[in-house]
T-cell receptor, first 116, second 117 residues
Framework: AQSVTQLGSHVSVSEGALVLLRCNYS??????LFWYVQYPNQGLQLLLK??????LVKGINGFEAEFKKSETSFHLTKPSAHMSDAAEYFC??????????????FGKGTLLTVNP | DAGVTQSPTHLIKTRGQQVTLRCSPK?????VSWYQQALGQGPQFIFQ???????QRGNFPDRFSGHQFPNYSSELNVNALLLGDSALYLC????????????????FGEGSRLTVL
């Protein structure tokens, strides 16, 4: 079974500051890991994904995440926050078995607030 | 290229009623998954359909059922609605095989927000 823990349900940063959203996972097999963003009253949009290739993954809108197996972590970062980054962010782990993707297990989410 | 579309976007029901939500997958996808997102929570997996069959199911009661049609679209049915069923219901589509071109990523619709009074 797999699970995801997002540390901090709410993170507040100033515009231009570093964004760091934390995610730790638990998985019995090598995981696929994802970060999704959800803007108010919208569905989820994929930011980036780790699929056992490069451990540093670059995504859209200047976000990146680093897979650290020893720490079972997949933290999301962005060097400089923009007002438009304000949203809810979800980390997710995927179970892939026999070449088929079955489901994503999501964390509870982190609400990012960006202050002017 | 149309993405995942869901209908209706909002609906209100009363306890004990039944509801049907609909989803059309992204073009080229033939696998549909349904998630329930309660307020302030992450999405929870309900079930996944592939080749018109339920392939895997999450921890949801039998009141939750689904169907997939030959054109890959899908329906989620919830019977005997409870107040606790109030949530955003998200449909996601994907390709069934994970390989070099497909890494298991899900594409989500904007959801159907269900309110049970």
């Amino acid at each position: 079974a797999q699970s995801v823990t997002q540390l901090g349900s709410h993170v507040s940063v100033s515009e231009g500051a570093l964004v760091l959203l934390r995610c730790n996972y638990s998985s019995s097999v090598p995981p696929y890991l994802f970060w999704y963003v959800q803007y108010p009253n919208q569905g989820l949009q994929l930011l980036l994904k780790y699929t056992s290739a490069a451990t540093l993954v670059k995504g859209i809108n200047g976000f990146e995440a680093e897979f650290k197996k020893s720490e079972t972590s997949f933290h999301l970062t962005k060097p400089s926050a923009h007002m438009s980054d304000a949203a809810e962010y979800f980390c997710a782990v995927s179970l892939v078995s026999g070449g088929s993707n079955y489901k994503l297990t999501f964390g509870k989410g982190t609400l990012l607030t960006v202050n002017p | 290229d149309a993405g995942v579309t869901q209908s209706p976007t909002h609906l209100i029901k009363t306890r004990g009623q039944q509801v049907t939500l609909r989803c059309s997958p992204k073009s080229g996808h033939d696998t549909v998954s349904w998630y329930q997102q309660a307020l302030g929570q992450g999405p929870q997996f309900i079930f996944q359909y592939y080749e018109e069959e339920e392939r895997q199911r999450g921890n949801f009661p039998d009141r939750f059922s689904g169907h997939q049609f030959p054109n890959y679209s899908s329906e989620l049915n919830v019977n005997a609605l409870l107040l606790g069923d109030s949530a955003l219901y998200l449909c996601a589509s994907s390709s069934p095989r994970v390989d070099g071109n497909n890494t298991g990523e899900l594409f989500f619709g904007e959801g159907s927000r269900l309110t049970v009074l």
